[in-house]
């Protein structure tokens, strides 16, 4: 019992500290998507599923929920924004290659028709953000006319 409270104190001393450090923040000033949004012109449905469902970790602003001041949340948090943003950044979406841009659409397309994204731990907590089948339909009909312009090696305006 005693050593059962000695390790319980530990942890709770463990919890305690580690809320003296935060991950820095996810934080971009004025319009950052713009370029994307000017390229890519997808409807005003569409543009609301990527604020709402895909900007958190895949652009340079995320819209942090209150948990995210506990620690490790904070940290679990900060690793996914990381990896998703290394992977797909929208807010970078001019320094892209027509090749890249193309390449990352179609991965686009396959991971939301995978049901692959939103990540199911980020749904699971976002209950709004989950895509509903037509709104994958309608994802997937923007991925292939966006998709045609850049195979044709034009910038769309
Ligand atoms: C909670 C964070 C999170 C959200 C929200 C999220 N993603 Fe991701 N995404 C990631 C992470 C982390 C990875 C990289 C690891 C992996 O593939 O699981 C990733 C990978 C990807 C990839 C793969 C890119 C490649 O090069 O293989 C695509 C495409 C993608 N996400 C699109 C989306 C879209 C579209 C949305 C919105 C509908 C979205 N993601 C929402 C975290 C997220």
Request: glycine share 4%; with cysteine; proline share 4%.
């Amino acid at each position: 019992m005693k050593l059962l409270k000695k390790i319980s104190l530990g942890v709770v001393l463990v919890f305690v500290a580690i809320q003296f450090f935060s991950p820095t923040k996810n934080i971009a000033t004025g319009n950052h998507t713009e370029a994307f949004i000017k390229q890519t012109n997808p409807s005003p449905e569409l543009k609301n599923i990527f604020e709402t469902s895909c900007y958190d970790c895949h652009s340079n602003n995320t819209d942090y929920p209150w948990y995210n001041n506990i620690a490790p949340v904070s940290f679990l948090l900060a690793d996914h924004v990381k990896e998703g943003k290394e992977h797909l950044n929208f807010s970078e979406w001019e320094n892209y290659s027509l090749d890249k841009k193309d390449h990352l659409l179609a991965e686009i397309e396959e991971e939301v028709v995978d049901g692959n994204m939103p990540l199911s731990q980020y749904t699971l907590l976002h209950k709004d953000t989950e895509l509903t089948a037509n709104e994958v339909n309608k994802l997937v009909e923007w991925v292939r006319q966006t998709r045609i312009i850049y195979q044709l090696g034009k910038q769309p305006k």
